[in-house]
């Protein structure tokens, strides 16, 4: 749809002209004409209080198109992105730079997940029990306690000297069920409330999607008072919405939630009420049957739909055993939850896993209305056994949320169509027939950079696979002098490629640094993977997205396989079932349109900047052999194409 000239164009054309204020804010920043006239479209859909989804080629510079309408015009804004690492990006480096650029008096906030605060109160009973459970927790927990006294936040990304997995942070941190809210004696101090009290008063409150969809199941985020106050929300990284408001529209019962209710009402039990209870013998009986139940599979990790768990399966008695114990459990806490605060939050913590698990049933035969349809499953992980119940199309719920107060929505990423077609994104969020536009990237991809998809390689699913995409790998891997991402599709590729490149380097004597995924966290592997300059990098799905690593560091991005959802995904699976109803291709309308979006993604790590020049080499044949292989080919980046290997290694000798 062509771009009707708002009220704002002038001011825009100003801003992002080559004169405008905006070009020496950020110093090598040079105007680009796409991302002057996406700038408009979101002034416009905010003057008209519109929804608007944006899709910006990487390099459009996207943030800054949103952002200076936002901060101008957007009255008050909610700006929600992908990951906390992005959030953080945003509140401390975008938001601050624009806002200078424009001489904006916006006040800004940032507002987290309450896992992300320390707790006073958690804090202090965990340094007077000492239940440690390693000597790194003790020098750990000091560290927390040293930061307290100088925080003003209490947002542990603060804390860099205590690792954001350490498991020390569940114990000093609160939960929604754990907090104390009103009656607790530190409230006036809580780091939760003052955040959420700041994002209340400030213009633009920037949030991650996992926290505006946890309010909209959970209302514990501070989302839920902020939204109806919100003239405008924008969501970056809109690619990822489905999956995450599909996770948290959900209901999902672990057996992890059973065991921290026991530890929780150990302690408590014996804190407040000795005599009340046996509280050893009574917990104990439930983190027993909470293990049993997860021991049903043998397996470490498994995702079976209810209707595929055998009738005679030992879960369904184990499931009742756990529903008996749980509710032994509820009994004895309704007769002393009376003696503490805290031992009256686990009774009501006690009654809605009680709860949950009663409603975790599937019947057949009863009706179910148009819009909650949702299938049950099950996903067992090394030490626990989850419960989901997922609905089948988060679009009715959604548009749920977007009904009421009229305001401007905007959904940008750098990947929302399918060959410039939006609707598998639209149909998904609820958002057919509303304002779609796309933006090229500014990059020279023909001149940037090389598709090469290598010939001879066996069919994806055969054994030995991954070594016959090392085999063509290494000699294009060598020519690149390392400087290589390879993503794979299955954690299973990771470790295999991993254990093979590390034989062959030392082989061949090659000096590429390797860096595998969960050697390490995310940040610190990218950070070494930089400054190596000729690493190697092996990681799976975290890295095909929001990795930004510009200049000669990384030339090479290897792409394993075409990366289709798992067959086994029983929600992907019965959502497939339920278009082929209507008389839909589950293959070409959903898992063909998801893959492509995806890999988008994993090809858009190559080219970053105007100075980058790099191949990508898509390692599966089906782009090559399959019908619907064209559609992918038009959905990538214009590079020029080779199955040579030659050429390739030509390409970097000339670089």
Known sequence: MPHVPGRHDAEIERLFGAGGPLGPAVGSYRPRRSQTEMAKAVAQAIAEQQTLIAEAGTG????????????????????????????????????????????????????KGRSNYVCHYHLERTLQNGRMTSR???????????????????????LARVPENALIWNLVTSTRENCMGA??????????????????????????????????????????ELLPSANTIIFDEAHQLPDTATLFFGDTFSTSQVLELCRDVLAEGLAHARDGAEWGKVVTVVEKAARDLRLTFPQDIVRLSLPQIAPSSDFFPALQTLKDELDGLNA???????????????????????????????????KVEKGEEAVFWVEAYTMSLQLHKTPLSIAPIFNGQREGVPRSWIFTSATLAVKNDFSHFANQMGLTGELSMSWPSPFNYEQQGILYVPQGLPDPNSIGYTDAVLDKALPVIEAAGGKTFLLCTTLRAVKRAAERLRDEFAKRNLPFPLFVQGDKGRTELLDQFRKAGNGVLIGSQSFWEGVDVRGDALSLV??????????????????????????????????????????????????????????????????????????????????????????????????
């Open 60 to 111: 459009t510079g996207k943030t800054f198109a949103y952002l200076v309408p936002a901060l101008l015009w957007g009255g008050k804004t909610i700006v929600s992105t992908g990951t906390k690492n992005l959030q953080d990006q945003l509140f401390l480096r975008d938001i601050p730079t624009v806002r200078t650029a424009l001489q904006a008096p916006v006040s800004v906030a940032l507002l």
């Open 558 to 655: 290897i792409i394993d396989k075409l990366p289709f959802a798992p067959p086994d995904d029983p929600v992907l699976a019965a959502r497939i079932e339920v278009m082929e109803k209507q008389g839909m291709n589950g293959f070409m309308h959903h898992t063909l349109p998801e893959a492509i979006i995806n890999l988008k993604q994993g090809a858009g790590r190559l080219i970053r900047d105007e100075g980058d020049r790099g191949v990508l080499m898509l390692c599966d044949p089906r782009v090559i052999s399959k019908p619907y292989g064209r559609r992918i080919w038009q959905s990538l980046p214009s590079f020029k194409r080779t199955r040579e290997q030659d050429d390739v290694v030509a390409f970097f000798r000339d670089k």
């Open 183 to 224: 009656e607790c004696q530190y409230y006036q101090d809580c780091f939760v409330m003052k955040a959420r009290k700041e994002a209340q008063q400030a213009d633009v409150v920037v949030v991650n999607h996992h926290l505006f969809f946890a309010d909209v199941a959970l209302k514990d985020t501070g989302v839920a």
């Open 332 to 366: 004895v806490l309704e007769t002393q939850a009376i003696r503490a605060e805290t031992l009256e939050q686990c009774r009501v913590r006690g009654i809605e896993l009680a709860q949950q698990l009663a409603a975790w049933k599937y019947d057949p035969k009863a």
């Open 136 to 158: 790194d927790d003790v020098g750990h927990l000091r560290e927390i306690s040293r930061f307290l006294k100088m925080t003003s936040s209490g947002d542990k990304a603060e």
